[in-house]
């Protein structure tokens, strides 16, 4: 089944405490990116990649960290979490700019907490 | 710049009702535009596209047609049931070829209906 898969699910933390969010797909897309959901500011985007060691910032990348060393997996990584990064996070993958940017999937979702 | 506009929720309506979210937006050139939705604790997933102007998307009995000359692309359902209550965003990308690298969303309608 053609899915991206995100891990945790729901995660609570204390504020500077390191943390790791994976993203995989297995539709072989070159294109992945993260999202934050918020209350009345629906979808941002905070990293995406292109391909593999190709990764740029979107609209609120400050306090995150992501990397692509293989295809498939996108990880986002929070060094230092603070509370104002409490929010729902999606990643997403898309066949790429040769047409298929704008059909993006997206895994369900982690839930974060930072106190 | 680039940017989607939608209606401010929430969209309140019995089953049956007739549907209409409004969508527009400001962009360079003759960008892609979509609707995604959301369900209670999933992830988005792409509900129709157009990729030009006057091209109709439809998908599960709802449907929006691509205005070039009102910048609009209005997502229309003719009779809801409860299970489509869910969020609906609108979102752009300028199309291939144009190096523009992302997808842009609204902030999001919520849809209730009730039985």
């Known amino acids: 089944e053609a899915q991206v898969t995100q891990n945790p699910r729901y995660l609570i933390t204390v504020t500077g405490k390191k943390l790791t969010v994976t993203c995989s797909q297995n539709?072989?897309?070159?294109?992945m990116s993260w999202y934050r959901q918020d209350p009345g500011l629906g979808l941002r985007q905070i990293y995406y990649s292109m391909n593999v060691e190709v990764t740029d910032k979107g609209d609120v990348p400050e306090g995150y960290k992501v990397s692509r060393k293989e295809k498939r997996n996108f990880p986002l990584i929070l060094e230092s979490p603070s509370p104002n990064q409490t929010s729902l996070y999606f990643c997403?993958?898309?066949?790429?700019?040769?047409?298929?940017?704008?059909?993006?999937?997206f895994g369900p979702g982690t839930r974060l907490t930072v106190l | 710049g680039n940017s989607v506009t939608q209606m401010e929720g929430p969209v309140t309506l019995s089953e049956e009702a007739f549907l209409t979210i409004n969508c527009t937006y400001t962009a360079t050139g003759y960008p892609s535009l979509f609707w995604y939705v959301q369900y209670p604790g999933e992830g988005l997933q792409l509900l129709l596209k157009a990729t030009k102007a006057d091209d109709k998307g439809s998908n599960k009995g709802f449907e929006a047609t691509y205005r070039k000359e009102t910048t609009s692309f209005h997502l229309e359902k003719g009779s809801v049931q409860v299970s489509d209550s869910a969020v609906y965003f609108c979102a752009l990308w300028r199309g291939p070829g144009t190096g523009f690298q992302k997808l842009v969303f609204g902030t999001g309608t919520r849809l209730l209906v009730s039985p």
């Open positions: 997403a993958s898309s066949y790429g700019l040769a047409g298929g940017l704008g059909e993006q999937f």
């Open positions: 539709m072989n897309h070159e294109y």
